[in-house]
C-alpha cells in the first residue's frame, strides 16, 4: 500500500512509522499490543522489512516477529532508495535508537523544551553510534494546541530554538476557519 500510495501521489509519501501504545485501538483491530519491549522488537524488526521490501528487488529476513524469504514488493515506490520514513517517540533505549538507523524524520511525541533537547541529544548520539550523520534526520516536535493561538506559537518557537525544524500542531475539534486563521497568523503563515 505504501508503494502505491506513494506512486499515485507522484513521490510525496512519508511513512509515519511508531511502536504503538494505544490498547483501545490495538484490541479493535485485534491485534495483541505487548509489552513495550515487545512492541520495539517487533518495531526494529518491521522498520528493516519496510524498508527491505520498498528499497530491495527482493527481501529475506528472519526474526521473532517477521519471516520473509524472497519477498517482492513491485511495483517499488517513486522515492529512492525508499519513502522517508518518519518515526515517532521519545523512548530512550529503543525507539530512538531504531529512529538512528533508519529515520529520515524523527517527531519528538510530546513534552517540554528540556524532554526535546534531551531526547535530540539521544537521538544525535544513537546516530554517531551507527556512523550516522545527525543532519540525515528531519526533527520535529507535536505542539498542542492550547486555544491561545500566541502562546502555541510560542511554544512552536522555543522548540524551534532547541533544534526543531517542524511543528506539528494538535488542534482539537472543530478545525474551522475561526480557530485556524488565527492560528495560522500566529504562526506567520499566510491563511
Known amino acids: 500500500m ?3 500510495l506513494d506512486i499515485v501521489s507522484g513521490g510525496r509519501l512519508e511513512l509515519g512509522l511508531g511502536t504503538g501504545w494505544n490498547q483501545e485501538e490495538s484490541s479493535a483491530y485485534g491485534i495483541e499490543l505487548g509489552t513495550p519491549k515487545e512492541r520495539s522488537d517487533r518495531f526494529e524488526e ?3 522489512v519496510i524498508t527491505g521490501l520498498l528499497s530491495r528487488e527482493s527481501t529475506t529476513f528472519k ?12 511495483p517499488k ?3 529512492r532508495p525508499h519513502p522517508p520514513l518518519c518515526i515517532g517517540g521519545s523512548g ?3 525507539t530512538l535508537r531504531t529512529a538512528a538507523r533508519f529515520a529520515q524524520h524523527w517527531n519528538f ?18 546516530c554517531a553510534d551507527v556512523r550516522r550523520g545527525p543532519a540525515e534526520i528531519l526533527l520535529s516536535s507535536q505542539v498542542r494546541f492550547s486555544g491561545d ?11 524551534g530554538e532547541a533544534g526543531a525544524e517542524l511543528a506539528i500542531v494538535y488542534l ?17 503563515r499566510p491563511v
Open 92 to 94: 530512550e533505549k529503543r
Open 149 to 159: 493561538p500566541a502562546a502555541t506559537a510560542a511554544s512552536a518557537a522555543e522548540l
Open 77 to 79: 515506490p517513486v522515492q
Open 172 to 188: 482539537p475539534p472543530p478545525c474551522i476557519a475561526a480557530v485556524l486563521e488565527p492560528l495560522a497568523t500566529a504562526l506567520g
Open 109 to 126: 511525541d510530546s513534552g517540554t523544551v528540556g524532554r526535546f533537547i534531551r531526547a535530540r541529544d539521544v537521538l544525535h548520539q544513537y
Open 63 to 74: 526474526g521473532s516477529s517477521y519471516e520473509l524469504t524472497g519477498a517482492r514488493c513491485n
Open 2 to 4: 505504501a508503494a502505491t
Open 46 to 48: 518491521a522498520c528493516e
